[in-house]
């Protein structure tokens, strides 16, 4: 049922749709849950650590080439960042799992934990050393949604304005937000990973999801429109045409 209304349905983990509903295993499975918990009429919140544990008992393996593209890039000099809803030490956990360890690559790859992309808020108003008053300001430019009318495969709002993640990206540029124009973001779930990113100013790439979990058309669409400044390819390799 959660497959059958994907896209249009959303998932909810903090409360408003924030990406495809089956976007991909663990969204799914999380969805489905939920969905499951409504129609017995459970009012018991699902624990907020589920999704945490859902990862780390059911790892999802790395793309084939990750280790090669990673790799390329670091040795053009390439800065890369890590910017995850996961922990710092899950992801660097992986990252050490992908290339071994003392291996100097990755000491070079940085990693930016609980991004909470899937978190549609403002900014943290109690913490006034979170951003500047020139970040506030870019952040509050921000369309609430984007209003694009080809996204009528989802019918319903794609909202830009993710706080936490906002927040995560300054951190990743140290508050030099005109950074974000040389900078490119890479992920496979347009709306949380890329859209806010390319209504900021940056470069966006978007990664194929593996069957059954296919991208959408109005994923690729949204990349397309955007020219020069969004591609999409199959496989991390793609990432080496910025080069």
Known sequence: MVRQHS???GWTLAGCPSAPAAADPYVLADEAARLILRQQGATSPVPPTIHAHAYEVALAPWREEALETFSRLVEHGIQLHFVSNSSTTFITRRLRDLFGDGNPVAAKISVQSDAGKFRICELNWDDKAAVSVEAKRRFQALPVAYGEKLLTETKRPIYLRRGAYFEAINRVLAGDLDELTQTVFCGD??????????????K????????????YCYERQAVAAYADRGKTSADLSGLLDWL
Do not use: C, K, S
Not at 191 to 201: I, K, N, T, V
């Open 189 to 202: 779930t347009w709306e949380m990973d890329l859209a806010m990113p390319y209504a900021l100013g940056a």
């Open 7 to 9: 896209p249009e349905a």
């Open 204 to 215: 966006v790439h978007l990664l194929d999801r593996a069957a059954p979990f296919e991208t």
